[in-house]
């Protein structure tokens, strides 16, 4: 008892201190870096192992699935045996394995080496936001979120243009050697932080707790509207970056060129979820939902039509549509979320746990169905796209299902 009065005190500080906030972001940024920073080195990768374009690809998809899979374990686990002790499993999984890769010289073994690195990578992805909530409350928990996230979504343009430069001027092996300094300086950062997991409360079998708040979970047409929505979104983003490097290589473009792409498809998302935020305050997330859908099924329509109509050498006609695509995942993305989970306050960590499995299935499927036709360039990704929009409309006739609690879902999102 006096153990867990002495966690509540430690875990109810009004600020986070620089260190934790740049530990917050070290986690938070992880899988993204190790998702898109060798991008620019695909064709080089490709090269030098003198495989196919498929299966450079398959390492993405590879990374997505090991990403999906992790993030069902790390939740459960870290409620059960702490925070931090799960951090360095996956921390370790994550270096160990990026050591191996940084000194592959097989296609079979760089695979395999992925799949765990991206076991070890999700950790972070799931425990900090745990963390967060363990240690702050109300208006200090809102800030720390309002300052990662934006972190979070700046890192898939910042990661392709550090890995272009470090391809360029010390070879694609020294993109994952910095992971590995990455990770090491993360479990540092992690063995000076307090475990925030109250781990001495009385808990029911795991397994009875879980299948409870599963079966619970999945019957809710809001939760699997919503997260349709969500993981379609999300697909379709992961179909065009999964095809894109060797689309531009194809087109002419460098290493340098492609990482540079990157940039204003990102500021774009970060245009729709501040923008999102600021229309919040005049309009409910109920009035916005359909027009966001409208302009994202728009845009991949519209991708679709200029690629079979007149097969761009160029990558502008493209990137311009996608840039609107990123504007309305940016505001798509907290709307659903907050939908999916507004109602399993119970069960929010399980329910999250759920939603960001499904949601990266989603984008590892796309991704290699992208791979597996990566001959076909544009042509597959862009049809891969156009499927996304049917699954966003399926999702949205399910949303229509909430009767309970829409008043109370757009006042959290606002």
Not at 68 to 92: C, E, H, N, W
Not at 286 to 293: A, E, H, N, V, Y
Request: positive net charge; contains cysteine; glycine residues 8%.
């Amino acid at each position: 008892m006096n153990n867990i009065q002495s966690n509540t005190t430690i875990n109810n500080p009004k600020h986070a201190s620089m260190s934790t906030m740049i530990w917050f972001s070290g986690l938070s940024m992880l899988g993204f870096l190790a998702t898109d920073m060798y991008l620019p080195a695909f064709e080089t990768i490709r090269a030098e192992f003198g495989t196919t374009q498929t299966l450079i690809s398959l390492s993405l998809s590879i990374f997505l699935l090991g990403m999906a899979l992790g993030q069902l374990v790390y939740g459960p686990l870290s409620d059960r045996i702490g925070r931090k002790k799960m951090l360095f499993v996956g921390m370790t999984i994550f270096v160990l394995s990026t050591v191996v890769i940084s000194v592959s010289n097989s296609i079979e073994l760089f695979l395999f080496a992925r799949f765990g690195q991206a076991l070890g990578a999700c950790c972070g992805t799931v425990i900090w936001q745990a963390v967060v909530i363990d240690r702050y409350q109300g208006k200090a928990s809102e800030r720390i979120f309002a300052t990662i996230m934006p972190l979070v979504a700046l890192s898939p343009a910042l990661a392709p243009l550090l890995g272009a430069g470090l391809e360029e001027y010390f070879g694609w092996r020294s993109i994952f050697v910095v992971l590995v300094v990455i990770g090491l300086g993360l479990v540092f950062a992690t063995s000076r932080q307090q475990e925030s997991a109250p781990l001495d409360k009385k808990q029911e079998k795991i397994s009875t707790q879980l299948a409870r708040d599963y079966k619970q979970i999945v019957k809710s047409k809001i939760f699997m509207g919503n997260m349709l929505i969500f993981a379609a979104c999300s697909a379709a983003f992961f179909a065009y970056l999964t095809g894109s490097p060797f689309i531009m290589t194809a087109m002419g473009y460098s290493g340098a060129d492609i990482g540079l792409s990157y940039l204003p498809q990102t500021v774009a998302f970060l245009v729709g979820g501040y923008g999102c935020r600021s229309l919040l305050t005049r309009f409910s997330a109920k009035q916005l939902l359909p027009w966001l859908i409208t302009l994202f099924i728009t845009t991949v329509v519209t991708m679709f039509v200029i690629t079979f109509a007149t097969s761009p050498t160029t990558i502008w006609p493209i990137l311009i549509p996608f840039c609107f695509l990123a504007v309305a995942n940016g505001a798509i993305y907290p709307l659903v979320i907050n939908a999916a989970l507004a109602d399993f306050k119970s069960c929010s960590a399980t329910a999250a746990g759920l939603l960001n499995f499904l949601q990266t299935m989603f984008c590892f499927l796309a991704s290699s169905i992208v791979s597996a036709f990566s001959e076909h360039g544009l042509y597959t990704v862009t049809a891969v796209m156009l499927f996304q929009g049917l699954v966003i409309m399926a999702g949205y006739v399910l949303t229509k299902h909430k009767t309970t609690n829409a008043t109370a879902s757009d006042a959290v999102v606002a």
